[in-house]
């Protein structure tokens, strides 16, 4: 038994550390393959989650902030270098990937002042005007 928890401990991922010193781990992550970012922005709307949500998809990468579940701010890094809705849309429409979510500090400036089910209709709704568009083409 005491031989089972050292090879258990030997092989542990080391935590990463915080601009504090303290260990840090992802609160959630997963795959955008396996859970959608909507729902990822649903369930924190319903628990009425604040912190950040860190997506990766290749060199792409982009950043969701939250308060009291309500989407905040949102940023695409990059050449496309997106902020605020533009940013959110954009990252709704990634389909591969990770996301992570640390329950840290948010901006305190609401860059959205909507709310985060209001922000997902819009975002259907402008992905329902493309689709249209395409099939009318």
Do not use: C
């Not at 991922?13 to 393959?33: I, T, V």
């Not at 950040?52 to 050449?79: D, P, W």
């Amino acid at each position: 038994m005491a031989r089972r928890k050292r090879e258990i401990r030997s092989t542990a991922q080391p935590k990463a550390r915080n601009p504090r010193g303290r260990d840090q781990e992802s609160a959630l992550s997963g795959a955008l393959a396996n859970v959608s970012l909507a729902t990822v922005l649903t369930i924190f709307e319903m628990e009425r989650r604040s912190g950040t949500v860190s997506l990766h998809a290749g060199r792409r990468s982009g950043q969701i902030g939250f308060l009291a579940g309500q989407v905040v701010s949102a940023r695409v890094a990059g050449g496309a270098g997106l902020h605020g809705r533009e940013a959110l849309f954009a990252l709704l429409d990634w389909h591969d990937g990770r996301f992570d979510y640390q329950p840290d500090q948010v901006p305190a400036i609401d860059e959205m002042r909507s709310t985060t089910s209001h922000l997902l209709l819009e975002a259907a709704r402008r992905y329902d005007e493309v689709g249209l568009q395409a099939s009318t083409a």
